[in-house]
C-alpha cells in the first residue's frame, strides 16, 4: 500500500534531483516513508493483534471438547447405605454435537472480524504514512523560514552598513542606527525562533520511527513544485476507495455472516453421555447412556438474529452517511487545494518579484535622500512578508493534496503509484 503514497507525495515535493544520491545527513520523503514502516512502534504493535487475531480463528473453529465425569453414589448413608458397600461408580465421557455448522460459522466471524481488523490496520499505517509526509512537508517549510529569517537578517545588517556610511556622511541622525539595531534584534529573535521551531519540527518527524535524536539534517525537497489538482468531479468519482467507505463494507459481510451464525442457533445441540459403572454390592459393571437435547432454541434464537438483521440494516445508512461527510469533506478541501495553488502562483511570480524591485528602489532612493528608513523598512517587511506567505501557501498546498488522496484513497486499487 505504501508504494503509491510514496508515488504521490514525492511527485510534488521532488527535490531537483530527485533520483539522485541524497547527500550525506540529508532526507527525502521516501527515505521517511522506508523508516517509518520498518521501524514505527506502531506498526509493529499492529503485527501481533495481527497474530492474535489468527489465533482467534483457530480457536473459533474447535468444537466443544469432550468431558470427562466421576459419580460416586450410594455411599456414606444408613443401613445398607453405609460405608461404601453399595457404592456405585460411573466413569463417563460426554460430548457436545454441534448442529447447523456452528463451528464453521464461528470461524467464518472470526475471519470476516480478522478481515475488518487488517482493514483498520491498513487505514491505521495509511494515516501514519499521511502522518509522516504532513510532518515532511513541516520540516521543509521550518527550512525555508529559517533561510527567510537569516536572509532577513543579512538584509538589516546590510541596511545598516548602509545607514552607517550616511551617519558617517552627515546625511542621516544617529537615531537611524538605533532604529535599525532594534530592527535587527527582532529579527535575530525571528530567525532563533525558526531555528527552534525546525529543530522541533525535526524531532517529531524522527519519533514517528522511534528516534528521539534526528539523524538527519535536512530534509530534501522542492515545497514550490506544485501542480494544479484534478477536477472534483473526478475526485468524487474515487471516493469509494476511502479506506472507512472499505471498511463499512467489510463490515457488511460481518454482520451477514453474524446473522447466519446467529441463525444456526435454532438448532439444538445435542449432548451424547456414556460411561461404565460399577457396583460395589456384586461387583458388577454395566454401560449407562445419556442423551440431552435442549427445548425451545427456536424462540431463543430469535433475538439474537434480530439483533444482528438490525445490525446489518444500519449498516447501510451509516455507510451512506459517511459517504455524504466525505464527499462534503473532499469539495471542502478541494477548494482549499485550488486557493492554495493559486496563492503560490500569485507569490511567487508577482508578489515576491514585485517586492524585490520595489526594495531595490527604495534601497536606492534611500541611498540618495529621496526615501526615509521607514520607508526601506516598511519596503523590506513586506517583501519578508511575501516570502513567509509564500511558504505557508506552498505548505498548504502540499497538506491539503494529502489529505486529497487520502479522502480518495488514492493508488489502493491497483497498489501502484499514479
Do not use: C
Request: proline residues 3%; without cysteine.
Amino acid at each position: 500500500m505504501h508504494q503509491w503514497l510514496i508515488g504521490l507525495f514525492l511527485l510534488p515535493l521532488a527535490a531537483p534531483a530527485a533520483f539522485a544520491e541524497p547527500a550525506r545527513n540529508s532526507l527525502t520523503l521516501e527515505q521517511a516513508v522506508v523508516n517509518v514502516l520498518e521501524r514505527s512502534p506502531a506498526l509493529k504493535a499492529a503485527d501481533f493483534e495481527a497474530k492474535a487475531a489468527a489465533a482467534r480463528i483457530r480457536s473459533a473453529r474447535l468444537t466443544p471438547a469432550v468431558k470427562t465425569s466421576i459419580d460416586l453414589e450410594n455411599f456414606g448413608g444408613s443401613g445398607l447405605r453405609s460405608g461404601t458397600d453399595s457404592l456405585e461408580t460411573t466413569l463417563s465421557l460426554a460430548k457436545v454435537l454441534e448442529l447447523g455448522r456452528k463451528a464453521r460459522l464461528r470461524g467464518d466471524v472470526a475471519e470476516q472480524e480478522a478481515m475488518l481488523l487488517r482493514t483498520e490496520q491498513d487505514a491505521e499505517r495509511l494515516d501514519l504514512l499521511v502522518e509522516t509526509a504532513k510532518r515532511f512537508v513541516q520540516v521543509v517549510a521550518d527550512q525555508e523560514n529559517l533561510v527567510i529569517a537569516e536572509d532577513t537578517l543579512a538584509l538589516v545588517k546590510r541596511t545598516k552598513t548602509t545607514i552607517q556610511q550616511r551617519v558617517n556622511a552627515g546625511k542621516s541622525a544617529n537615531a537611524e542606527l538605533r532604529y535599525v539595531d532594534i530592527a535587527a534584534a527582532k529579527t535575530e529573535l525571528e530567525r532563533d525562533h525558526a531555528r527552534h521551531a525546525l529543530a522541533g519540527s525535526r524531532l517529531k518527524l524522527a519519533t514517528l520511527w522511534g528516534e528521539v535524536e534526528p539523524a538527519f539534517t535536512e530534509a530534501k525537497a522542492d515545497l514550490f513544485a506544485v501542480e494544479a489538482p484534478q477536477s472534483f468531479e473526478l475526485l468524487a468519482q474515487s471516493l469509494e476507495r476511502n479506506p472507512d467507505l472499505v471498511r463499512y463494507l467489510n463490515e457488511d459481510r460481518l454482520a451477514k455472516t453474524r446473522i447466519e451464525l446467529a441463525r444456526s442457533r435454532r438448532k439444538a445441540d445435542v449432548e451424547l453421555v456414556g460411561g461404565l459403572r460399577h457396583f460395589n454390592l456384586t461387583d458388577d459393571t454395566g454401560l449407562v447412556m445419556s442423551l440431552n437435547i435442549p427445548l425451545g432454541n427456536a424462540s431463543r434464537a430469535r433475538p439474537k438474529v434480530d439483533e444482528a438483521e438490525l445490525g446489518l440494516r444500519r449498516n447501510s445508512y451509516d455507510l451512506e452517511q459517511r459517504r455524504l461527510e466525505l464527499y462534503a469533506t473532499l469539495f471542502e478541501v478541494h477548494q482549499e487545494v485550488e486557493h492554495a495553488t493559486d496563492a503560490t502562483a500569485v507569490y511567487r511570480d508577482t508578489i515576491i518579484p514585485l517586492s524585490e524591485r520595489a526594495l531595490r528602489d527604495y534601497e536606492q532612493g534611500y541611498r540618495s535622500g529621496r526615501y526615509s528608513l521607514l520607508e526601506l523598512l516598511v519596503a523590506q517587511r513586506t517583501l519578508l512578508d511575501a516570502r513567509l506567505e509564500a511558504v505557508l501557501a506552498a505548505a498548504d498546498y502540499h497538506r491539503y493534496r494529502i489529505e486529497i488522496d487520502r479522502l480518495t484513497g488514492a493508488g489502493l486499487a491497483s497498489g501502484k503509484p499514479r
